[in-house]
């Protein structure tokens, strides 16, 4: 156990999420799942190029074991030629302010969040995103403690929604006494078919259309329940 617990080892997943071309075969949906309950692990989903090289210098500088997933595909074209910081670990990042709703989205669904943060605001939805990086350990406080100020919780993840990513934030509030409502967004129970990502992704409704669309239809659910 203390060997595990001190293994410098890590783990580049690479092809997280949806792959498109790649073939139904190759979907890298449920690493989310079967990885998070490995004890002493550290697990990051980097949003973009430039969080995936701070992924990178954090894991060299960790003991114990440590993974990091990344898409298939290029990333969003930032530049990549600036310093470099290792992450805190365990620490998220508020990216966008709100008063509606919160949005905890992990890796690839970051930039969804942001896009559909930004339609919600044309239908008078103020929402927050926030950016936890790590799947495991969470960012408890952080997690905890914007959970309280919302009426609608809502996790992000392109990854099974059995045993991902918005099971471990349901856990923590549980653990918490945090009762609030939550919506996850992810992969239902049920294998992916073949189609682009961008094509899976509206298919899913996980992109940012969808997004609008299952917050919308919550937080009218909840107004509905209110006034009757």
């Given at each position: 156990d203390v060997f595990l617990q001190n293994l410098p080892v890590t783990f580049a997943l690479d092809r997280g999420g949806l792959v498109g071309a790649d073939g139904p075969t190759h979907h890298g949906v449920f690493d989310l799942?079967?990885?998070?309950?490995?004890?002493?692990?550290?697990?990051?989903?980097?949003?973009?190029?430039?969080?995936?090289?701070r992924a990178m210098l954090t894991a060299?500088?960790?003991?114990?074991?440590?993974?990091?997933?990344?898409?298939?595909?290029?990333g969003l074209g930032l530049p990549l030629d600036g310093p470099i910081d290792p992450m805190e670990i365990g620490k998220g990042e508020i990216l966008r302010e709100g008063k509606d709703v919160v949005i905890f989205a992990v890796g690839?669904?970051?930039?969804?969040?942001?896009s559909a943060a930004e339609?919600?605001?044309?239908?008078?939805?103020?929402?927050?995103?926030?950016?936890?990086?790590?799947?495991?350990?969470?960012?408890?406080?952080?997690?905890?403690?914007?959970s309280t100020e919302f009426p609608l919780v809502v996790t992000a993840e392109e990854n099974a929604l059995q045993g991902g990513f918005g099971s471990a934030v349901l856990?923590?509030?549980?653990?918490?006494?945090?009762?609030?409502?939550?919506?996850?967004?992810?992969?239902?129970?049920?294998?992916v078919e073949q189609g682009?990502?961008?094509?899976?992704?509206?298919?899913?409704?996980?992109?940012?259309?969808?997004m609008v669309e299952k917050i919308v239809a919550a937080q009218n659910k909840q107004e509905n329940s209110a006034a009757s």
């Open positions: 799942s079967f990885l998070r309950h490995i004890p002493n692990l550290t697990f990051v989903v980097p949003r973009d190029e430039i969080e995936l090289k060299s500088k960790t003991e114990g074991p440590f993974a990091y997933r990344y898409p298939r595909g290029s690839t669904m970051v930039s969804e969040a942001l339609k919600l605001s044309t239908q008078g939805i103020d929402a927050a995103v926030i950016d936890p990086r790590f799947i495991k350990p969470l960012d408890a406080d952080l997690i905890c403690s914007m856990e923590l509030l549980s653990e918490a006494g945090i009762n609030t409502q939550v919506l996850r967004i992810g992969i239902g129970d049920h294998f682009t990502q961008a094509e899976l992704r509206a298919l899913l409704k996980i992109d940012a259309a969808g």
